[in-house]
Nanobody, 116 residues
């Protein structure tokens, strides 16, 4: 059974940090590129960060560059999103996505709320 399970979200004050994890199972994770997306209330889902299957390349949305870092540990079937200097506008449900050609898998989403 294919699964992507996110964890690590929650409530944090502005300027704080969180680390999201996405643990994969049921497919050959190390061959898949992985992305983090987020969706805020009333807004479309947007791409936040991307990492290649071997971790050799990453990309970020302009809004999170310099604050967020995506990484992966293929031995643990896990991708991370380290989020620093969080802002209220980072509040959203965060999803991980694993993609390879036409195959796409999504996690269930994890709420991140940045508020004082």
């Amino acid at each position: 059974q294919v699964q992507l399970v996110e964890s690590g979200g929650g409530l944090v004050q502005p300027g704080g940090s969180l680390r999201l994890s996405c643990v994969a199972s049921g497919f050959a994770f190390s061959f898949y590129a992985v992305s983090w997306y987020r969706q805020a209330p009333g807004k479309e889902r947007e791409l936040v960060a991307f990492i290649r299957s071997d971790g050799s390349s990453t990309n970020y949305a302009d809004s999170v560059k310099g604050r967020f870092t995506i990484s992966r540990d293929n031995a643990k079937y896990t991708v991370y999103l380290q989020m620093n200097s969080l802002k209220p506008e980072d509040t959203a449900v965060y999803y991980c996505n694993a993609g390879l050609f036409t195959q796409n898998y999504w996690g269930q989403g994890n709420q991140v709320t940045v508020s004082s």
